[in-house]
């Protein structure tokens, strides 16, 4: 979009256009991509479906990372912290469906009708209150929980989040104006920056904790598909886009969280 001779890009200045939460969200973006291609054969236990119902989920959540990145390019702030919102409830509900269906398939109860009713369009998914209590009273997510709980950053992030969607304050209206002149734009990318991260730690520390053959590499299966004998301890291998993000953010900004996941899988992190 244009304004006589000046894009909004030249609006925003290169300061923003050039600020690294755009290269942020390429990389979740293309976590979430690999991550999707990669589990797409580990059946979803408790459902009909036939592909694993989180490679949609998660392909579904790369899409509302990358409209984030291009909701902000074009200045729309206030937009952006709506989808952000969205992209908080869609991790959650990706976790909740997993944990809901690991505590309730057995053999006597081989299709878990929330979550498969939920699939086919039959019945909703609970409301965000009640999957994030469930979420934080889940015994097996009890160690990550407890060390997400050392802060308040995911309630403040959530705040931020109805503060935008629900226009709680005038500024935040402001905010979705790429044409006035805010000496804060920059200062709004940075918390962004920095909710998005906590967000994306959150998602990676929950799903992995409790589902840690996710992490594994093809070579196991690659041998298996040729007909040849996997290398001894290949199953626990890890795919390296998992160690990537594993080694370059998870360990660095939340080493706590990488220590309790490091410590409880058998899964060869480094």
Not at 25 to 45: P, R
Not at 182 to 197: A, G, T, V
Request: glycine letters at 2%; aromatic letters at 14%.
């Amino acid at each position: 979009m244009e304004f006589g001779d000046i894009t909004i890009e030249d609006k925003l200045g290169e300061e923003y256009t050039k600020h690294k939460i755009f290269a942020e969200l390429t990389t979740y973006s293309d976590f979430y991509e690999s991550l999707s291609f990669s589990i797409m054969n580990w059946m979803s236990q408790g459902t009909k479906s036939f592909i694993n119902l989180d490679t949609y989920a998660i392909s579904s959540i790369k899409g509302t990372i990358n409209s984030i990145s291009q909701i902000l390019r074009k200045g729309r702030i206030n937009d952006a912290y709506a989808l952000i919102r969205k992209y908080y409830d869609s991790t959650y509900i990706n976790i909740y469906s997993n944990l809901y269906l690991q505590d309730n398939f057995s053999i006597d109860n081989f299709i878990v009708k929330q979550i498969d009713n939920w699939r086919n369009g039959t019945e909703t998914i609970p409301e965000f209150r009640v999957i994030s209590k469930y979420i934080k009273e889940s015994e097996t997510l009890i160690p990550i929980t407890n060390l997400l709980k050392k802060d308040d950053r995911l309630k403040k992030i959530r705040d931020r989040c109805n503060d935008n969607t629900h226009y709680n304050f005038f500024h935040n209206m402001l905010l979705n104006d790429n044409e006035i002149h805010n000496p804060n734009r920059i200062k709004y990318l940075d918390d962004i920056s920095y909710d998005i991260e906590s967000l994306f730690i959150q998602h990676f520390a929950y799903l992995f904790y409790s589902n840690d053959h996710f992490f594994m590499s093809s070579d196991y299966s690659d041998s298996m598909d040729i007909g040849i004998t996997p290398e001894e301890d290949s199953q626990y291998w890890v795919a390296p886009f998992i160690q990537k993000i594993f080694t370059e953010l998870i360990v660095k900004k939340r080493p706590d969280i990488g220590k309790e996941i490091k410590d409880n899988t058998k899964m060869h992190l480094k």
